[in-house]
């Protein structure tokens, strides 16, 4: 399988923690999707990394999607619950974290971007589902993290990128999940794919 990606995203990383834990990253080939910038527009017209080509040719675009493939393609721990009620609170939680992260890439993009200031309106705007997405994540902690499933690994690779890109300092106001982090990240897929660029 080839894994189109760029280093330091997030939600590559989820993928490729995904695939530590479920015995598979040594079938993922890494390939630098910025490498050959056409080539991988024309694999994925929307041009985001994670993007998955499978070992029967199909493509497969978003990290959520990629890392279900991923769980239904070897045993072991199951990533994604099978009980509907399970796997349901599983998708809500995943949508939560993937919300927050969403908010910190744009955050950062607006701030880099080439033809002007950035926004004030826009960037408060991105910084409140940040703030609001961590108390709620906070606040349910232990659920979020009392299983091995996809959510607590989403979960330490978005507090390790917001510790190397976000301007405000989430430990700060969330020491509760910070904690939680410190003793996370030492876990083997986690330590396997951090990348501090
Ligand atoms: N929801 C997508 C988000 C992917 C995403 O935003 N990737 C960023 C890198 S962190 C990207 O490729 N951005 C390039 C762009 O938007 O042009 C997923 O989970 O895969």
């Known amino acids: 399988m080839k894994l189109y990606q760029s ?18 990253s040594g079938r993922l080939e890494l390939v630098n999707a910025r490498a050959d910038q056409a080539a991988f527009e024309a694999l994925n017209p929307l041009n985001k990394v994670p993007t998955l080509v499978t070992d029967d040719g199909e493509t497969l675009i978003e990290s959520r999607l990629i890392c279900q493939y991923l769980d239904g393609l070897s045993g072991g721990a199951q990533l994604y619950p099978r009980d509907e009620a399970a796997r349901r609170r599983v998708l809500q939680q995943e949508a939560v974290i993937h919300g927050v992260l969403d908010a910190v890439v744009l955050r950062r993009m607006e701030s880099r ?7 004030k309106w826009w ?41 190397r890109v976000s301007p405000d ?8 999940l910070a904690r939680w982090y410190d003793g996370y990240r030492a876990e083997p897929h986690m330590a396997a794919t951090e990348v501090n660029e």
């Open 7 to 24: 280093p330091t995203s997030p939600f590559v990383r989820m993928v490729r923690a995904a695939a530590e834990i479920k015995g598979l």
């Open 123 to 163: 960037d408060d705007r991105q910084k409140r589902k940040v703030d609001i997405g961590l108390d709620l994540i906070e606040r349910e902690l232990a659920a979020y993290t009392g299983e091995p499933t996809i959510i607590p690994i989403m979960l330490g690779c978005m507090c390790h990128f917001m510790g």
């Open 169 to 176: 300092d989430w430990r700060k106001t969330h020491g509760k």
């Open 113 to 119: 971007k080439p033809d002007g200031p950035p926004s």
